[in-house]
């Protein structure tokens, strides 16, 4: 049975979620962090926890979603796992920060590659990595159909889904990814846990969420 705990990190109020299981492991996903008291926030539920952090997944490689990578490698050691495609966010990650006047130890580039139909352990857990590129090269969900958990990562939001409009953005491979998650079979009751922004289910979404409702694809007329 995996426990989903969600953290609202640095001035975008980007997730982060530790997903553990009854074995104590767990994964440390999109570590945002930045700031000290946020390091003390993860740290003490680790601890309090009593949980053995074995793996550092990313959805993708924007900058608020990986400023805390450094800090989770160094103090866990563990290996950190990215879709190829958005190695190059990693190296640009500390310049970026800068702009944002966030001083940041550069991520690791030494990093295992996810890629679509992978599946990620840990304790008697797993997790399919589904690529769903658009709002970057290199973005994917995190899915457990047995226990109806997905980690949405920027892809879609309660409501939305992610912008399309930076250098590394795509909407055509957006739009292909949304229809892709629509048709695939993550089960409506499915509860969704998004890179920003409250968590939502999926039956919810493909009611309400304009990006996620096959009817208003239709009428666009993609040749996807
Ligand atoms: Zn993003
Ligand atoms: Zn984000």
């Given amino acids: 049975m995996i426990t989903v705990k969600t953290f609202y990190l640095n001035e975008l109020r980007e997730c982060c979620y530790i997903l553990s299981d009854e074995t104590k492991e767990c994964v440390i996903v999109d570590p945002g962090i930045s700031s000290k008291s946020e390091q003390d926030r993860i740290v003490k539920y680790i601890s309090s926890e009593n949980l053995k952090p074995v793996k550092l997944l990313c959805t993708h490689g924007h ?46 580039l030494e990093t295992e590659d996810l890629k679509d139909g992978d599946t990620v352990t840990f304790g008697h857990s797993s997790l399919q990595v589904i690529s769903t590129p658009g709002h970057t090269w290199g973005s994917v969900l995190f899915y457990n159909p047995e226990e109806k958990i997905c980690l949405t990562g920027d892809t879609v939001f309660a409501g939305s889904c992610g912008r399309t409009d930076l250098p590394e953005g795509d909407n055509k491979a957006m739009c292909k990814s949304l229809t892709e998650i629509i048709a695939k079979k993550i089960s409506p009751d499915t509860i969704l846990y998004p890179g920003h922004g409250p968590d939502t289910t999926m039956e919810e979404e493909l009611a309400h969420n304009p990006y996620l409702r096959k009817d208003v694809w239709m009428g666009f007329n993609l040749d996807l």
Wanted: glycine share 4%; charged share 20%; aromatic share 10%.
């Fill in 63 to 108: 900058f608020d979603h990986v400023m805390g990578n450094r800090f989770i490698t160094d103090t866990y050691g563990i290996p950190t796992y990215i879709h190829p495609a958005d190695k190059e966010l990693l190296k640009v990650a500390k310049s970026t920060c800068l702009l944002f006047a966030i001083a940041i130890k550069e991520p690791s």
